[in-house]
């Protein structure tokens, strides 16, 4: 069965802390993405990456294919991160498995 | 630029009644089309994904339909609500041949009463 864990469930930080979410996934995959979700519902994709590593701003994700494991980084938080982080991955197909998201609260 | 768009933004209905949801993109032509859905607590579910226009594949079994009678339009139907359809409705784009990366609408929020 394929399964994408993500942990912490909850985050909560004070302002200018450096976070890390972390995803971890039982099979190999094609692609893995990082999505952000605000309150109101709305789904932005922050990367999609199958190696290495991206950095957008003070957004850094990067993925360990041999062991199954990718992080999202937020350096110097802001209380605007605060939202639902979700991590998704793909499987040579054009669907995509959710992971249940990490909730992160950032506090001024 | 591609746009996606999803109306209602909110939506309450009681038990027993229908639903349509529409979900359009612009900007692309013959987009892969998908509907998922986010129950409280939980992560999203792909409900439906379509190729093209007519070609609707059904990832779950469940009270809901879905059609493509447009190339850019995405329609999630059901005949009679029931509770366990509240939730949060998102449909999805991808280009076709890229599959991996998909493009969110603004979702729809059912609340079943």
């Known amino acids: 069965k394929n399964e994408v864990e993500q942990s912490p469930q909850n985050l909560t930080a004070q302002e200018g802390e450096f976070i890390t979410i972390n995803c971890s996934y039982s099979?190999?995959?094609?692609?893995l993405h990082w999505l952000q979700q605000h309150p109101g519902g709305g789904i932005v994709s922050l990367f999609m990456?199958?190696?290495g590593k991206k950095k957008h701003g003070r957004l850094i994700a990067t993925i360990n294919i041999q062991e199954k494991h990718s992080s999202l980084h937020i350096t110097a938080s802001h209380p605007r991160d605060s939202a639902v982080y979700i991590c998704?991955?793909?499987?040579?197909?054009?669907?995509?498995?959710f992971g249940t998201g990490t909730r992160l609260q950032v506090f001024p | 630029s591609q746009t996606i768009h999803q109306w209602p933004a909110t939506l309450v209905q009681p038990v027993g009644s229908p639903l349509s949801l529409e979900c359009t993109v612009e900007?692309?032509?013959?987009?892969?089309l998908y509907w998922y859905r986010q129950a409280a607590g939980r992560g999203l579910q792909l409900l439906f994904y379509?190729?093209?226009?007519?070609?609707i594949s059904s990832e779950v079994p469940q009270n809901l339909s879905a059609s493509r009678p447009q190339d850019r339009q995405f329609i999630l139907s059901s005949k009679k609500l029931l509770l366990s359809d509240s939730g949060f409705y998102l449909c999805?784009?991808?280009?076709?041949?890229?599959?991996?990366?998909?493009?969110f609408g603004p979702g729809t929020r059912l609340t079943v009463t």
């Open positions: 900007g692309t032509s013959n987009p892969n």
């Open positions: 379509s190729v093209g226009i007519g070609q």
């Open positions: 990456l199958s190696s």
């Open positions: 998704a991955v793909s499987f040579n197909t054009d669907k995509l498995i």
């Open positions: 999805a784009w991808s280009v076709t041949g890229h599959p991996y990366e998909q493009y």
């Open positions: 099979v190999g995959i094609s692609a």
